[in-house]
């Protein structure tokens, strides 16, 4: 055996070809040989972005003494987890059982057939802080291996049945149905009570590490300002985040996550799919603030990520890279987290007008020591490596002191090494990033159009990028099938993609029709969620099924772990750093609002009442699919004739109340079920339960109309 990593697509995979250790690609043959030479088999999970990733590949497998010892008694193989997010999920729902946490880098020991026996996360060269070596550790599987057989595979049958238990029981949350399942708006205020209760004192939701917490800030935008009090927690939380380190100030885009419980050290890699959740919930809230100063904030942090995404992910076809690493390589080869990002008080001095508002606006924190709390630059030594966030929400004072300093700190940056980037696009998170696009071109919208403008662009042309190269159609042109991930404009031996990129893409594909008003969009659109629906939902005897992959699962006691092997995973319902593909499929079916969708919808969203009162942040996109369909169905608003400004500011209004902007079907805006007026005058429709109001003849109409209905 060799290593086989050197013509892998994945740019993680490829990360790892020079290694000694003798890496195989998740597949049949990798286990095959484990099953023919009788050893285990060490599967390591990551990505390219991820740091502790990077340093245990240095440390470790870069070490041909390791090597050796792994290609004599082990099968190695390595997963890139954005490529097999099936394979991730199954085998971190065992690390997460055996140890009670989980991560990446992921190490997990499984028997020849699949099922996992011994699992961990990152393991150190030497023995440190309880954990043994991961010299120790192979050393001591391979001997328990050898000397106790017989326990290792009791115990592997045991965690796969066990598995298979924890599988079983989030399925059926999607049959938990309490007496007030027809009561929407008690749902919501129970979850917004939860919410509110689970604030931290720093803001967001838990102790550090600080994630952006996705999931309740799609519900909480999705509520807008029609429950009382959802604002004030909203908006403090998207403040703590535009505020904190967790979003580079200087060119745009978030972090990952912070290390501390202030916000000010990020772990500093940045990933697609966080900031193509972000962007919306930011451009939402610009409009929706209750604070013109917090409103200024949030339409700032949109508008540099919306240039962000062109500087930094944009790919050559149209369509957004996945990710950019925590490290930066440095001109020595070391490997330095954040190193682009850190600035020292002489640095700002030297570049900038530090002694005005500067001084006192700009914090930081110590990436060598990030418990020591907030430091201004002001008091720090000279060449103290500090992150860079503001103390204070800005005024204008600040502002224009920051626009002076902003440019000049970008172009001093440039000139650093630069983090690397993975160019995989993956589909699902290009379609979370199209859907907020798309919304953020109509909410950015307003005197400066540059940015607006900008974004309808990024998302028409990602739009179609991912309906030319993520579609396939077989022979006849009837079955449809999204591939997950493409490099280079190819999708090359690419897997077909789980519930989330059919779903995702979904959602993205409505969005542009809503912006564009084709009604060409809309019917790819629909195309796809038909296909999610045949693929992915079944009936049986009445009881509705859905599975996030498209592999038939193996008939067998042990199948939560062993279907790992061909890719299928049982349903997910709760969300976590993405949405689930369950939620993105509830909100994709409720936005297209068809009779024939209302049992599988009604299906998709029974856990919502059970989960609200319990857990909200897991079941925010799902809880928001509710919350739009609280009337029956969701309210639809139909836009002919106009002016182009007309349109787009009745998008706008319809977008901020939660609404659903669906193109008119005709062709021609006089005629058909939605005309225009006499003159090519605007008109516009609201319509529910598959029936509509007399059109209106203004968008100031539209607003008043919607906050009556809104009130009831």
């Known amino acids: 055996m060799s290593n086989q990593l050197g013509a892998a697509a994945s740019s993680y995979l490829r990360q790892h070809a020079h290694q000694p250790v003798h890496w195989q690609l998740f597949g049949d043959d990798a286990f095959e040989e484990a099953e023919r030479r009788d050893v285990p088999i060490f599967l390591s999970v990551g990505y390219a972005a991820c740091h502790w990733c990077h340093v245990m590949a240095h440390e470790t497998f870069d070490d041909p003494a390791i090597a050796d010892f792994l290609n004599q008694n082990f099968v190695s193989i390595k997963v890139d987890r954005e490529e097999r997010p099936d394979v991730d999920s199954v085998y971190m729902a065992a690390t997460q059982l055996l140890t009670g946490q989980g991560g990446w880098p992921m190490s997990v020991f499984l028997m020849p057939d699949g099922r996992a026996f011994h699992a961990g996360t990152y393991f150190p060269p030497e023995p440190r802080q309880g954990l043994p070596s991961f010299r120790q550790l192979i050393q001591g599987v391979h001997d328990t291996w050898v000397t106790n057989r017989e326990g290792v595979e009791q115990f592997a049958g045991q965690l796969a049945q066990r598995l298979e238990q924890v599988n079983d029981a989030e399925a059926q949350l999607s049959n938990r149905v309490t007496e007030d399942s027809t009561d929407a708006d008690k749902t919501m205020q129970l979850a917004l009570n939860v919410l509110t209760r689970q604030e931290a004192r720093t803001g967001g939701f838990g102790q550090a590490p600080k994630f952006p917490p996705h999931s309740a800030l799609e519900f909480l935008t999705a509520l807008g300002s029609t429950v009382e009090g959802d604002r004030t927690l909203l908006d403090r939380t998207l403040r703590v985040m535009a505020l904190s380190g967790l979003q580079d100030h200087v060119a745009g885009g978030f972090a990952r996550y912070c290390v501390d419980e202030q916000w000010l050290v990020p772990?500093?890699?940045?990933?697609?799919?966080?900031?193509?959740?972000?962007?919306?919930?930011?451009?939402?809230?610009?409009?929706?603030?209750?604070?013109?100063?917090?409103?200024?904030?949030?339409?700032?942090?949109?508008?540099?990520?919306?240039?962000?995404?062109?500087?930094?992910?944009?790919?050559?076809?149209?369509?957004?890279?996945?990710?950019?690493?925590?490290?930066?390589?440095?001109?020595?080869?070391?490997?330095?987290?954040?190193?682009?990002?850190?600035?020292?008080?002489?640095?700002?001095?030297?570049?900038?007008?530090?002694?005005?508002?500067?001084?006192?606006?700009?914090?930081?924190?110590?990436?060598?020591?990030?418990?020591?709390?907030?430091?201004?630059?002001?008091?720090?030594?000279?060449?103290?490596?500090?992150?860079?966030?503001?103390?204070?929400?800005?005024?204008?004072?600040?502002?224009?002191?920051?626009?002076?300093?902003?440019?000049?700190?970008?172009?001093?940056?440039?000139?650093?090494?630069?983090?690397?980037?993975?160019?995989?696009?993956?589909?699902?998170?290009?379609?979370?990033?199209?859907?907020?696009?798309?919304?953020?071109?109509?909410?950015?919208?307003?005197?400066?159009?540059?940015?607006?403008?900008?974004?309808?662009?990024?998302?028409?042309?990602?739009?179609?990028?991912?309906?030319?190269?993520?579609?396939?159609?077989?022979?006849?042109?009837?079955?449809?099938?999204?591939?997950?991930?493409?490099?280079?404009?190819?999708?090359?031996?690419?897997?077909?993609?789980?519930?989330?990129?059919?779903?995702?893409?979904?959602?993205?594909?409505?969005?542009?029709?809503?912006?564009?008003?084709?009604?060409?969009?809309?019917?790819?659109?629909?195309?796809?969620?038909?296909?999610?629906?045949?693929?992915?939902?079944?009936?049986?005897?009445?009881?509705?099924?859905?599975?996030?992959?498209?592999?038939?699962?193996?008939?067998?006691?042990?199948?939560?772990?062993?279907?790992?092997?061909?890719?299928?995973?049982?349903?997910?319902?709760?969300?976590?750093?993405?949405?689930?593909?369950?939620?993105?499929?509830?909100?994709?079916?409720?936005?297209?609002?068809?009779?024939?969708?209302?049992?599988?919808?009604?299906?998709?969203?029974?856990?919502?009442?059970?989960?609200?009162?319990?857990?909200?942040?897991?079941?925010?996109?799902?809880?928001?699919?509710?919350?739009?369909?609280?009337?029956?169905?969701?309210?639809?608003?139909?836009?002919?004739?106009?002016?182009?400004?007309?349109?787009?500011?009745?998008?706008?209004v319809a977008l901020l109340a939660g609404a659903v902007i669906t193109p008119t079907p005709s062709t021609d805006a006089t005629r058909g079920e939605y005309a225009a007026g006499p003159a090519g005058d605007v008109r516009i429709y609201i319509c529910q339960n598959y029936s509509c109001m007399a059109p209106l003849i203004t968008v100031q109409e539209l607003t008043t109309q919607l906050q009556k209905l809104g009130e009831r």
């Open 267 to 652: 772990h500093f890699e940045k990933m697609l799919y966080d900031n193509a959740q972000l962007l919306r919930h930011y451009a939402h809230a610009s409009h929706l603030a209750s604070d013109p100063a917090d409103r200024e904030l949030f339409k700032r942090t949109a508008q540099l990520m919306v240039r962000w995404l062109v500087d930094e992910l944009l790919t050559p076809e149209g369509a957004f890279a996945s990710s950019l690493d925590a490290d930066t390589v440095l001109e020595n080869g070391e490997h330095h987290e954040g190193a682009t990002y850190v600035w020292t008080r002489a640095e700002l001095e030297h570049l900038t007008d530090f002694n005005g508002p500067l001084k006192t606006l700009l914090v930081g924190g110590s990436v060598h020591a990030p418990q020591r709390g907030s430091m201004t630059f002001a008091d720090t030594p000279d060449n103290e490596e500090l992150t860079l966030a503001f103390s204070r929400v800005p005024e204008d004072q600040d502002w224009s002191a920051w626009d002076q300093a902003r440019p000049v700190l970008e172009q001093n940056r440039a000139k650093r090494p630069q983090p690397a980037r993975d160019d995989k696009v993956v589909a699902s998170w290009n379609g979370l990033m199209v859907r907020s696009l798309a919304e953020t071109s109509d909410l950015l919208d307003g005197e400066n159009t540059e940015h607006a403008e900008l974004a309808r662009t990024l998302a028409i042309n990602a739009a179609t990028f991912l309906w030319k190269t993520h579609i396939a159609k077989d022979t006849n042109n009837q079955e449809l099938t999204v591939l997950r991930v493409s490099y280079n404009g190819a999708t090359d031996n690419a897997r077909e993609g789980l519930l989330e990129d059919y779903a995702g893409l979904a959602l993205g594909l409505q969005a542009v029709a809503a912006v564009t008003n084709d009604h060409s969009w809309t019917e790819k659109a629909n195309e796809i969620l038909d296909a999610s629906l045949e693929k992915f939902v079944s009936t049986n005897q009445g009881t509705t099924l859905v599975r996030d992959s498209t592999q038939d699962p193996h008939a067998t006691a042990d199948q939560a772990v062993l279907n790992a092997r061909n890719g299928s995973s049982g349903v997910v319902i709760l969300e976590d750093a993405t949405p689930s593909g369950t939620a993105l499929l509830a909100l994709a079916l409720a936005q297209r609002a068809r009779p024939a969708d209302e049992a599988t919808l009604a299906h998709l969203l029974n856990h919502t009442d059970f989960v609200a009162a319990r857990a909200p942040g897991s079941a925010g996109m799902a809880l928001a699919a509710r919350w739009k369909t609280r009337g029956g169905t969701v309210r639809e608003i139909h836009i002919a004739g106009g002016s182009e400004g007309e349109r787009r500011a009745a998008r706008r």
